[in-house]
């Protein structure tokens, strides 16, 4: 049964019986985005009943944020060979829906401070405190389902205009970059022409991450060297990355914060 809930505002009718509007928007979890607008005529007593859609508030939920990486993989695989991934990223989002194109204005902000400050990580870094402080910060969104998330990556040479990170341990052959163990330093070129990589719903647990309102939800994003896969291209180093998302319970301080 869906449940009704409504806001009344009325203007009073005149003597001559202008109209008297009344509107309902239905503003609560579970009303919709829906407004029911009701207009009568006290001298007639017609009664006009429509509605409209009209934007509503959401709540926001809050997302703790953490990139790392799975275990090391045995000897004899590539990566035993390679001491650092290292991307530059601008942004990470998220959108509720699975098909979602790139200039979707759902499209959710899960770190905002990289688009003014992108930072570099090194892929093969393991984190394994999930409720440790993060690099990125936690940020509210807008309570959902969320289906899909990609990783904007900062071009190898970016304009003068462009931001940079601070610290750059790819040296002179940008900001994407792998490091073998013996010191060499190759670039970095993902497998597509965007500089960007999307995890669909079958690399999220369940296919999909839920914010709820007033709470926070620790989000792992994990690096999987082993599903990974990398191949020479000239001077440059080709790398079709795996990632997975995984949506945790929130840390005991958070859960006491959000009561």
Not at 109 to 127: N, R, V, W
Not at 180 to 191: E, Q, S
Request: include cysteine; charged fraction near 15%.
């Amino acid at each position: 049964m869906r449940r009704i809930c409504t806001s009344r505002g009325a203007t009073k009718a005149s003597r001559r019986g202008f109209f008297t509007a009344l509107v309902f928007c239905l503003s609560f979890a579970g009303c919709g985005d829906s407004c029911f607008i009701f207009v009568s005529n006290p001298s007639g007593g017609t009664i006009a009943v429509g509605n409209t859609t009209c934007p509503l508030n959401k709540a926001n939920g809050t997302v703790h944020l953490r990139l790392t990486s799975s275990v090391m993989p045995a000897a004899g695989d590539w990566s035993t060979s390679v001491q650092h991934i290292f991307v530059t990223l601008r942004g990470i989002e998220a959108n509720p829906s699975a098909t979602a194109d790139e200039d979707s204005p759902d499209w959710q902000e899960l770190a905002p401070k990289l688009a003014t400050q992108p930072m570099q990580f090194d892929l093969l870094a393991h984190i394994g405190d999930a409720c440790a402080p993060n690099t990125f910060g936690d940020v509210a969104i807008p309570a959902d389902v969320y289906r899909q998330v990609r990783l904007l990556l900062s071009p190898s040479h970016s304009e003068t205009n462009e931001p940079v990170p601070q610290e750059n341990g790819c040296g002179r052959v940008g900001f994407n970059c792998i490091v073998r163990a013996d010191g060499g330093i190759r670039p970095l070129v993902l497998n597509r022409q965007l500089p960007q990589v999307r995890i669909p719903p079958d690399h999220i647990a369940d296919g999909f991450f839920r914010i709820l309102p007033k709470t926070t939800v620790n989000l792992t994003i994990e690096f999987n060297p082993r599903a990974s896969l990398v191949f020479p291209a000239g001077e440059a180093v080709l790398l079709v990355p795996v990632f997975t998302v995984d949506a945790q319970a929130p840390c005991e301080s958070d859960a006491r914060s959000d009561q």
